[in-house]
């Protein structure tokens, strides 16, 4: 057997066949047993059928991406092998529905294949709902998947749907062993050692920006449900009423954010998550947070758009909404998360900030994190600071926008004895009263910008990859193209190529000192985003003095290393 301590392993066929299950279960059980995961899972916007891939990444080192192609193929039916047959190259190994499938393949040389007939078993079995359980089990023999904790994984997800259904995976399971144990050949791949359990948690990106909103010591969730952030409100329905929080499913987004509005008013830390659409939607309330200075964390994850688009698909195209969607000057802080482990711990962070400069804090995380899990160290709930909002101490005159040095308003909770304001969206004198003139008006203006402007320092400094001094190509990218790009830097540099990258996830109000200091040492700036737009390259250009080279593209996947490596081969 070749141990691969980088194995990636591919399962595809339609929505409804179990993929993600099958998936999940071996992600689970590798984590179980110490290794690194990275999944990637793409899906048609139907409930059943339509093409769906699940992409499972173990190692025994961290791994920060998807990965490029797979090592194993698992092909559930025709349409899966005809997308994805161009990739059997020598030294892939193939496993498919046959006999009896759909389709009859052709086995390129030099790629191992394994038929097992998982349609044909799972109804001999009385059940065709358990082929993936057939495909499982054999997989398990194939590539050495460790059988133990694959059973505790399959058990603790099917024993609440029935003890039927359990024993019946569990057959389905056992003869997809014994199917692979007769065909099995001695060179497959098998997945890394167990390293020993680490403290470690396998959790997808919306779960763990629901964690984040408990660990930040939310108080108020309302949301509207849409592909793909609806798995943010289902983690935190759950966890919220335990710490004594409250979640609304609105009616829409527009008014899940005025709620969001409504509670932050009376005092409590609030957010919601939505999608570009329900962001859009969103954007005359998130003004009237920016003019009545009430903090709000608004989280995105985006997806194929204009419109409707393509709401199960990975793109990074709402940055120009997220950071100009407003009508007037209407100032926001946006951020930006890398992986999992940031959709954790930038939650936090993100409150913090709402709460801190009372404004509306935008994150935005995307469609493959979405639905992504990772393995990430196990948060301390104890390890996070949490930042509260100024509060009006009671004495003097309260004044709700009074021009305070740092230029933050202390706020009075409603009911608080002489906090008495006029709350409105209108534009206001410091007492709170509407007021129309013209120099209020200039000096709030000034006022809601200049608050934020501190953040830029508070920020951790954008990180820094690749070589040292000067460099051929500087890569500047953002969201989970980060993790892509510092595997196609870590190529590049191994190959000897003077490469560096600079990861903001600040993204505005825009670090630009550190934008230019980056630029200044290297030959030309590649920008890749998955947008048609280049919509970094141009607040870029907009910004600062750099005159990035764009690296798009908008096909509803996310970059592979592979690409990142030849774009920047091409351009030095
Ligand atoms: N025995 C019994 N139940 C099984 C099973 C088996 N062998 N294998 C899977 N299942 C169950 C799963 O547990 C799951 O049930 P759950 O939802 O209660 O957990 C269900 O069948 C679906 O299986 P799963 O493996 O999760 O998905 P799949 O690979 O078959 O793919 C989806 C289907 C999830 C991609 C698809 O149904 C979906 O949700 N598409 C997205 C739709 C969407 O978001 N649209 C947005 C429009 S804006």
Redesign the pocket.
């Known amino acids: 057997m070749t141990e691969k301590n980088d194995l990636i392993i591919r399962i595809a ?12 279960f071996i992600a689970a059980a590798c984590a179980r047993a110490g290794l690194e995961i990275y999944t990637f ?1 793409t ?6 059928g ?1 093409y ?1 891939l ?1 992409q499972v990444r173990t190692s025994a080192e961290r791994v920060y991406n998807q990965g490029d192609t797979f090592d194993v193929f698992v092909a559930y039916n025709g349409e899966a092998y005809e997308l994805n047959k161009h990739l059997l190259t020598p030294g892939t190994t193939f496993v498919y529905d046959g006999p009896g499938g759909d389709f009859e393949p052709e086995i390129p040389e030099g790629v191992t294949a394994y038929a097992i007939p998982m349609s044909k078993t799972a109804k001999a079995l009385g ?1 065709y ?5 057939v495909a499982l089990g054999a997989l398990s023999v194939l590539f050495n998947i460790n059988e133990t904790t694959l059973i505790e994984v399959l058990t603790n ?2 024993k609440p ?1 029935g003890e039927d ?1 359990l024993e ?2 569990l057959k ?1 399971f056992a003869e997809g062993k014994k199917l692979a144990n007769e065909h099995k050949k001695t060179d497959d791949f098998r997945v890394a050692d167990a390293t020993g359990t680490k403290d470690v948690i396998l959790i997808a990106g919306n779960e763990a920006v629901g964690m984040g909103a408990i660990l930040g010591r939310l108080e108020f969730f309302s949301a509207y449900p ?3 952030a ?1 798995e943010v409100a289902k983690y935190v329905s759950a966890q919220l009423p335990k710490t004594g929080g409250t979640l609304i499913q609105a009616e829409d987004e527009i008014a899940s954010m005025a709620q969001v509005l409504g509670a932050s008013y009376a005092g409590k830390r609030s957010m919601t998550a939505t999608s570009g659409p329900g962001l859009a939607l969103m954007s005359e309330l998130i003004g009237m947070s920016t003019m009545a200075e009430l903090p709000a964390l608004i989280v995105d994850v985006q997806r194929g758009g204009p419109s ?1 688009g393509l ?2 698909k990975h793109e990074q195209s709402d940055l120009f909404l997220a950071v100009h969607g407003g009508h007037g000057d209407s100032p926001r802080i946006v951020l930006s998360v890398e992986d999992v482990n940031d959709c954790v711990n930038m939650t936090v962070a993100a409150l913090n900030l709402t709460e801190q400069y009372q404004c509306p804090v935008i994150m935005l995380s995307d469609g493959s994190l979405a639905f992504s899990t990772q393995t990430i160290p196990t948060p301390d709930p104890d390890s996070f600071e949490i930042v509260e909002r100024t509060r009006w101490d009671g004495e003097g005159e309260y004044m709700r926008y009074k021009m305070t040095e740092n230029l933050i308003s202390p706020m009075a909770d409603p009911g608080t004895p002489g906090g008495e304001h006029v709350a409105a969206s209108l534009e206001h004198t410091e007492s709170g009263a509407p007021n129309f003139a013209p120099e209020p008006h200039e000096a709030n203006a000034r006022k809601r910008f200049n608050k934020i402007k501190p953040v830029i320092d508070q920020w951790p400094a954008a990180e820094m990859d690749g070589v040292e001094g000067e460099a051929d190509v500087g890569i500047i990218t953002w969201g989970s193209t980060i993790g892509v790009a510092r595997e196609a830097v870590a190529r590049l540099v191994a190959e000897g190529k003077k490469v560096k990258a600079m990861y903001p996830k600040l993204i505005y109000p825009m670090p630009v000192d550190q934008y230019e200091a980056f630029a200044a040492t290297c030959k030309q700036i590649l920008v890749p985003e998955v947008n048609y737009q280049g919509q970094l390259s141009h607040f870029i250009r907009a910004e600062t003095s750099i005159k990035p080279v764009p690296y798009t593209i908008c096909g509803g996947l996310p970059f592979t290393p592979a690409q990142i490596v030849n774009k920047v081969k091409e351009i030095s």
């Open positions: 066929g339609e929505g409804g066949e179990g993929i993600v299950s099958t998936g999940d899972k899906f048609p916007a139907e409930i059943k339509g769906c699940y059940s709902r358990s082929k993936n359980m997800k099917f749907k259904i019946f995976n389905a849409l592909t793909p609806t409707t709401p199960t």
